[in-house]
């Protein structure tokens, strides 16, 4: 499936024709398609589990009346039934680097001729100056970042209990924390710090990151992680072009950036299954003759 192209220290870099970034319909309906014209491909991300929450799906053809969680499951029986595994990792960066991208993770890098985006639509909006400052001050990962802040003082916002982990190595190397847990029955408490149940409203710096605003209160940080599942488009791919929220495509589901394309909700209303399942089978063609391209 896929060939070793070099190590770096711990971390082994992986290249592929395609990578497909996302765990919903529309990630799924490119992975089969990859899979059974045999391409060399790579599927990242986290499952989604917006789908599985419909109570009824009335429109999807062929599958009336039936429920989210079966409609997932479903799709993802199918895929599983060739074969067609999902690593289950948070994509933190997609860098262009020649001719391939760059795929940021927490443990493995990848790399890969073309990109489909399938992330969905986030539901947590970037603060003000969030984006602007990220690798400045503002990072999404604790273990690709955290040692740059040893001994000093940091804001951490976690989302979600599945990251008190992240939360609790920067416990162990900051100075001074100051903690919010955005979640409910968090146990957590930083040894040097603060906890403050607080959403920030900005980020301020002008090189850097200076400090985090709370609504009416401030704290001065030499930087802030931000630990949450889904990152926004922008904050993903640095320059793709987005129209009302959502990533601006060509029918073909071409981005502005070549070799990188998008499908499902990410793209656009309407949010619906059929939709998100037949842009990933377009998005995945398009990629294809992309690549085909490319190699002449």
């Avoid at 949450?228 to 060509?250: F, Q, R, T, W």
């Amino acid at each position: 499936m896929y060939k070793r192209r070099q190590k770096r220290g711990k971390i082994s870099i992986y290249m592929y024709d395609l990578a497909i970034i996302g765990g919903g319909p529309a990630a799924i309906s490119a992975a089969i398609n990859a899979k059974i014209t045999d391409k060399n491909f790579i599927w990242l991300g986290q499952k989604s589990q917006k789908a599985a929450r419909a109570e009824l799906v009335k429109n999807y053809p062929g599958l009336p009346d039936i429920s989210g969680e079966q409609l997932v499951w479903a799709l993802e029986n199918h895929a599983a039934s060739l074969g067609i595994t999902q690593k289950d990792m948070r994509v933190l960066g997609v860098y262009k680097t020649g001719d391939y991208f760059s795929l940021l993770t927490e443990g493995e890098d990848f790399e890969a001729a073309a990109v489909i985006l399938c992330i969905g639509v986030s539901s947590i909006k970037c603060a003000e100056g969030e984006e602007r400052l990220l690798g400045r001050g503002v990072s999404y990962c604790a273990t690709c970042d955290g040692m740059l802040y040893r001994g000093k003082k940091i804001a951490i916002i976690c989302h979600d209990k599945k990251f008190e982990h992240e939360a609790e190595y920067l416990f162990s190397i900051a100075g001074e924390v100051v903690f919010s847990p955005l979640y409910k029955d968090c146990k957590l408490a930083p040894e040097r710090g603060e906890i403050l149940i607080k959403t920030p409203t900005a980020f301020v710096g002008d090189d850097r990151l200076e400090r985090v605003v709370y609504g009416d209160t401030e704290r001065a940080v030499d930087g802030a992680f931000i630990l949450k599942s889904s990152l926004s488009p922008s904050a993903l791919v640095h320059g793709i072009e987005i129209d009302g929220g959502h990533i601006a495509v060509d029918r073909a589901l071409r981005t502005n950036i070549a070799g990188i394309f998008a499908a499902g909700d990410c793209t656009g209303r309407p949010y619906q299954y059929a939709k998100a399942v037949g842009e990933g089978n377009v998005a995945f063609h398009s990629a294809i003759e992309y690549i085909a391209a490319i190699k002449k």
